[in-house]
């Protein structure tokens, strides 16, 4: 009577199943799904896992539901696997990861919706009779919806009262949704979206639905956040950079775009190292024939016009500056106008027979095919194999359009979205066995693959395409809902910015981005010596504070979303050093007293500001909070420079 959790069509046309209990098991520790990112952990007594074995006897058809339950965090991993033993085949045309009836409907809808250029932006609405729904149907996990939704009890608030997070450790198509029925229950679900898949079982065969995490909180949505924080900083990212420091880089794609040559690399690369930049990564524009987006993708061997010692030539130069040396690639794309195209006609994802259309004059691979995978994984390895590369930046700029798998039989159609997305993960764990030592960065045109599949293999992820400090208040704030600091990639960019034209004060664009994986995004060489020795001191001010960044604990304290002013801190797990910021977007006319209170401090510890002489109890910071006053006219109680765009970093030490 209501949208199921799943579903099985028959060889007879009948959809009707029964599952009944056979059986369980408890084991400690938990599972590693095959082929697909989840939560680990590293030693069996973190967790313990349940699993229930059900079983319908008609079509001989097996469904395990897991749990797993952990010692150090309040949450439940999700996820089922069907296993088909019958003689007739049967097709299972939805597979939800979770699914959960709650006694009521008293709760609020929490979402992270937008846009490309204004991702994960908060939205709040009370649950209602009848479907509410996020979701992608992209082929990703779209600029549009994250595969995340949360329900808090109406009076919840940042900070205080029940909230129930819920998040896909997936990156293709989802749909989260709540289901109130007129009896006032709501039924919770999340996993693959069932339009268009379609996925046959034949006798012996299985198929594992992604992990569903669920998170419960009694402190608010900063609570909750925390939570996932937590868990997907230390149990879902993994590798060698999981725990490391992450490199100040300098990007080159709003400094020079596709018009570069290896002498304009280098300068900026002299440039960035005299400023204290550790890492040099070279964007688009440096394979095949490719001087704008109509060409060469897929063409994954350097052009020696631009740089006549390839890769390996410009890596060991960067080198000998005493940086790394970075580089962008976007495998999963393919220009018409390639060499691929015309050797591989049949490798797009594509209806042979109805005109291609095109996104950003390029098209979609189709990495549901293993030879696809393969093929593109051989030519880039081929890159950098030897090459000195230390850091990737993956992109994605165009989503699946024309679902069609060509040279294949229906039957595969219906797989070729959750198909294609298994090949993303395959190639990703290759390039990872293969170069364990690289950081790589996610990204689809900035942040439409922000999700938590995609940080199980790269642990940090480009945030979005624009970079205006005012617009990434917003984007960095609603990213801190699911996401930690650890896993955005924030750069500092030029002003008036490219994407929204805006001035902003250098200091501002630095103090919004130190929240974040640090870097830049503009010629270096272009800057005054004013605003060299600035961007000097923000680096040496981002190396010093970096660590506590990436692992402290993250405190959200005035919304952008609900006014012209932000705010948010981070505190060290000993609570001894405070890190708080405080942006104000438009400047306010005599503004009344305003006061920030801070959280996490221990109450009866005494902290110092830096700058000040003056300290104050933990309590005091919390419940009293800091005058922070300025005024437009009138008497003025504070030096701050006024007008639009401010912000303010406050450092505390506990004494």
């Known amino acids: 009577m209501r949208y199921p959790a799943y579903g099985l069509l028959q060889t007879d046309g009948s959809r009707v199943s029964e599952f009944t209990y056979e059986g369980y ?23 313990e896992t349940l699993e229930i074995f059900l079983r319908d006897s008609v079509i001989n058809t097996r469904l395990i539901l897991s749990y797993t339950i952990f010692r150090d965090f309040p949450v439940i991993c999700r996820n089922a696997l069907f296993s088909h033993e019958g003689e007739e085949p049967v097709v299972l045309e939805n597979a939800m990861s979770l699914s959960i009836d709650l006694p009521d409907s008293d709760y609020d809808m929490v979402t992270l919706t937008g846009a490309w250029a204004r991702e994960r932006y908060i939205k709040i609405h009370p649950l209602h009779e009848g479907v509410q729904t996020v979701y992608s149907m992209r082929g990703h996990s779209s600029h549009q919806f994250n595969p995340f ?124 190292k005299d400023l204290g930049v550790e890492m040099m990564v070279l964007d688009d524009g440096w394979f095949g024939k490719r001087n704008d987006d109509t060409s060469s993708l897929g063409d994954w061997y350097p052009n020696p016009d631009k740089l006549p010692g390839g890769i390996k030539g410009l890596s060991q130069k960067i080198e000998k500056l005493g940086m790394k040396f970075g580089l962008w690639i976007e495998p999963e794309m393919i220009s018409k106008n390639s060499g691929l195209f015309r050797k591989h006609p049949e490798w797009l994802i594509r209806v042979p027979y109805r005109e291609m259309c095109h996104g950003r004059n390029q098209y979609v691979l189709d990495f549901s095919k293993d030879e696809v995978v393969e093929g593109i994984g051989d030519a880039i390895i081929s890159v950098l194999k030897d090459a000195g590369v230390s850091y990737i930046k993956w992109d994605m700029n165009r989503s699946i359009s024309e679902a069609f798998s060509q040279n294949r039989g229906p039957e595969a159609q219906g797989m070729l979205f959750h198909k294609y997305v298994l090949g993303v993960y395959r190639l990703y764990e290759r390039l990872l066995e293969e170069f364990p030592d690289i950081l790589f960065e996610s990204c689809a045109s900035g942040g439409a693959r922000f999700d938590p599949g995609m940080m199980y293999y790269a642990p940090q992820c480009w945030t979005s395409d624009n970079t205006d400090a005012i617009e990434r208040l917003r984007i960095q704030y609603g990213t801190s809902v699911v996401y930690p600091l650890s896993s955005m990639g924030c750069h500092v960019s030029e002003a008036p910015n490219q994407q929204t034209f805006r001035n902003t004060p250098l200091k501002t664009r630095a103090d919004v981005a130190y929240f974040g994986c640090f870097g830049y995004e503009m010629d270096l060489n272009a800057l005054t010596e004013d605003e060299r020795q600035e961007v000097k001191e923000q680096i040496r001010f981002y190396k010093k504070y970096r660590k506590l960044i990436a692992e402290g604990t993250f405190y959200r304290l005035i919304s952008p979303f609900e006014g012209d002013e932000a705010a948010w801190m981070v505190v060290s797990e000993d609570r001894k050093t405070v890190l708080a910021a405080y942006y104000r977007m438009r400047q306010p006319s005599n503004a009344p007293y305003k006061r920030l209170r801070l959280k996490g401090l221990e109450e009866n510890a005494r902290y110092c500001m830096e700058g000040k002489t003056e300290s104050w109890f933990g309590d005091e910071l919390m419940n009293a909070g800091m005058v922070i006053s300025d005024y437009a006219s009138g008497i003025r109680s504070d030096t701050t420079k006024q007008g639009d765009y401010q912000s303010r970093i406050f450092i505390l030490k506990k004494l």
């Open 25 to 47: 098991r408890i084991f400690p520790g938990k599972k590693r799904l095959k082929a697909l990112p989840a939560v680990y952990v590293e030693d069996e007594g973190e967790a």
């Open 149 to 272: 939704f949360a329900l808090k009890r109406h009076e919840a608030t940042e900070h205080t009262g029940e909230v129930i997070g819920f998040s896909l450790i997936y990156s293709g198509n989802f749909i989260g949704q709540v289901n109130v029925d007129t009896f006032a229950v709501a039924r919770a679900m999340l996993g693959i979206h069932p339009e268009g898949f379609a996925w046959t079982l034949r006798k012996g065969e299985r198929f594992q639905t992604p992990e569903a995490v669920l998170v419960f909180s009694q402190d608010g949505l900063n609570g909750m956040s925390q939570i996932f924080h937590s868990l997907y900083r230390k149990r879902l990212a993994r590798g060698k950079w999981r725990d490391l420091e992450r490199p100040v880089v300098i990007n080159s794609w709003e400094a020079v775009f596709m018009d570069f040559t290896e002498d304009k690399i280098l300068k900026i690369a002299e440039t960035a």
